[in-house]
T-cell receptor, first 115, second 117 residues
């Protein structure tokens, strides 16, 4: 069965610092991978997705993620944090060709940004 | 800008009551989902649908039921609410992606936060 592990339930950075949120996946076949962001009292919004076209994926709000098959990782980064980036971030995986499969989510990482 | 709508946003209800959480989407998506979200936990899939008249149970055992009579509407019903049902319920939808079934992202509603007293 597929699974996603997000290392660190809470990450704190200063405004302007590098943001690094870690995600490792477990899948027997090449997966599709996603990062979502959730602001307070809202649903999840798609940040970016990996679908095997390119290993470095650029998303919205300056975020990007790199797919590393050898490390089974899909870490999310942003060069310079902004106060508005404070939110909860979820990594998710789906199977490549399994019809009707919903995404499997990690437990989430809360990002705090201090001034 | 939400294309998927959930009502109510907040609901406090007593034990034993029957409730229906509404979810509608305007994107014409065939696939719809209900997830349960608790703080510090993964989102757990409780129901999903491939299309009209199709409903399936997800990974998390749930005492709720769903129906899919119209493409745009996917309500979730609890026949008898209990305190253990207290949680946030997220509805989502997706189309079929260009690369197959798995690459289409989910679009989420803003959720219904349910409290059963």
């Amino acid at each position: 069965a597929q699974s996603v592990t997000q290392l660190g339930s809470h990450v704190s950075v200063s405004e302007g610092a590098l943001v690094l949120l870690r995600c490792n996946y477990s899948s027997s076949v090449p997966p599709y991978l996603f990062w979502y962001v959730q602001y307070p009292n809202q649903g999840l919004q798609l940040l970016l997705k990996y679908t095997s076209a390119a290993t470095l994926v650029k998303g919205i709000n300056g975020f990007e993620a790199e797919f590393k098959k050898s490390e089974t990782s899909f870490h999310l980064t942003k060069p310079s944090a902004h106060m508005s980036d404070a939110a909860e971030y979820f990594c998710a995986v789906s199977d490549l060709n399994q019809a009707g499969t919903a995404l499997i989510f990690g437990k989430g990482t809360t990002l705090s940004v201090s001034s | 800008e939400a294309d998927i709508y959930q009502t109510p946003r907040y609901l406090v209800i007593g034990t034993g009551k029957k409730i229906t959480l509404e979810c509608s989407q305007t994107m014409g998506h065939d696939k719809m989902y209900w997830y349960q979200q608790d703080p510090g936990m993964e989102l757990h899939l409780i129901h999903y649908s491939y299309g009209v008249n199709s409903t399936e149970k997800g990974d998390l055992s749930s005492e709720s039921t769903v129906s899919r009579i119209r493409t745009e509407h996917f309500p979730l019903t609890l026949e008898s609410a209990r305190p253990s049902h207290t949680s946030q319920y997220l509805c989502a939808s997706s189309g079929f992606g260009t690369g197959g079934f798995g690459d289409s992202p989910l679009h989420f509603g803003n959720g219904t936060r349910l409290t059963v007293t």
